[in-house]
């Protein structure tokens, strides 16, 4: 059976001309996928009974359900774990901007890029996420929240650019008119640094914002936090970065998650700053979230705000990531991770 949210327009078309409908036919079934966002054939009420019990017999839409959800009393903040139609997980995330709704998508079931400070391949690598099930998380938490999402940020679990087709066929299709129309201005693509797929990015033509996870200024420490600096060190992955914003006039930003004693010292931003050194770029700086298994400490108040004013000395553009939603931050993966091992959490709404 295909998955039959996971076909473009034309693709669509062509799957459809067996059944020889009429073209509207399309256009109809189309926004009923993408601009509507149905789970069901049986919500698509314009299509006969028998025209829906064909497309049930040749394709299938790939289920998404509210597992738990939590929703932070602070700042309403909503964080969501959806079951895939295999019964595997997968987290999101919805955040209230001053310009509007943000939602952080999942691109994998787990990840295979071990960060250690990372919640996310606790878990272990299952698979990716298809095209339909990246859009569905959009489309269910716009449907849950009655709102309307204008940004994505792709950030949840798993690395985006592993799952490099799917993550791009998703992307054509938000920004499809006939579907969500969400600009691709207005989507943040966050990577550990697969050298090569960034260069693919730049090629794309899509306008879309880079952001790379660095955490450490060199080498020595990046490949013993993250192990795909041992593939592609820091000077390879800042320099595929000043490529993509020359290319794409994108500006790019930098993920700097602060660990205590780790990669939080003056050195270490000493040493970041002249890496960045003429590049306009942007540092975000993260206090590291807890994640049980790892053991990390965040750094103090004082050492993130002494980091963040050594970069700004020196020239690089840097501010402290505002946290939302702390008091149900279950940090990247661990939703998925606590579902596996059978844990509850009494927090769940
Ligand atoms: N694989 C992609 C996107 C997913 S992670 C990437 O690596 O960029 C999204 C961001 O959260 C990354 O910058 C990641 O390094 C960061 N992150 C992961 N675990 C974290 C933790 N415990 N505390 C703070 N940031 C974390």
Redesign the pocket.
Same mark, same amino acid.
Do not use: Q, Y
């Given at each position: 059976m295909t998955d039959i949210k996971s076909l473009d327009f034309d693709e669509l078309n062509t799957a459809l001309s067996s059944l020889s409908l009429p073209s509207f036919r399309t256009k109809q079934i189309y926004s009923w996928l993408h601009e509507k966002g149905v789970e069901s054939f049986d919500e698509m009420t314009n299509l006969s009974k028998d025209l829906r019990e064909t497309l049930k017999a040749k394709f299938f839409i790939p289920t998404l359900i509210i597992e738990d959800k939590y929703v932070s009393k602070l700042d309403s903040t909503v964080k969501y774990l959806f079951r895939l139609y295999d019964g595997e997980y997968v987290e999101s995330v919805v955040m209230k901007y001053k310009y509007g709704y943000t939602i952080c998508v999942s691109?994998q079931v787990g990840?295979k890029?071990g960060?250690t400070?990372?919640?996310?391949t606790l878990a272990g690598f299952k698979r990716n996420l298809m095209p339909s099930e990246l859009e569905s998380q959009i489309h269910i938490a716009q449907r849950d929240l009655g709102i309307r999402i204008s940004h994505i940020v792709?950030? $949840? *679990? $798993?690395? @985006?650019l592993d799952n490099y087709e799917n993550v791009i066929k998703f992307l054509k299709t938000v920004n499809d008119d006939r579907g969500l129309n969400i600009s691709l201005r207005d989507v943040t693509l966050? +990577?550990?640094g697969v050298v090569p797929k960034i260069y693919d990015l730049m090629n794309e033509g899509m306008p879309i914002t880079l +952001?790379?996870?660095l955490?450490a200024p060199n080498d020595r420490l990046r490949s013993g936090m993250m192990p795909v600096n041992n593939k592609w060190g820091v000077d390879e992955a800042i320099k595929a970065c000043r490529a993509y914003a020359e290319k794409t006039g994108r500006r790019v930003s930098f993920?700097y +998650?602060l660990i205590n004693g780790v990669n939080d010292t003056e050195s270490c931003a000493r040493e970041l700053a002249s890496k960045l050194k003429g590049f306009i770029c942007h540092v975000n700086l *993260? @206090?590291?979230?807890?994640?049980r298994e790892?053991g990390?400490v965040r750094s103090t108040e004082k050492n993130i705000k002494n980091f963040r004013d050594i970069l700004c000395s020196l020239g690089i553009n840097a501010t402290i990531r505002r946290t939302l939603g702390s008091d149900i931050n279950a940090?990247? $993966?661990q939703l998925r991770r606590k579902k596996k091992d059978g844990d509850t959490d009494e927090n769940c709404c």
């Open positions: 691109s990840c890029m960060c400070f990372c919640a996310s792709l950030m $949840g *679990i $798993g690395e @985006p966050s +990577t550990c +952001t790379l996870s955490h993920e +998650t *993260i @206090p590291v979230n807890d994640v790892r990390n940090s990247c $993966g």
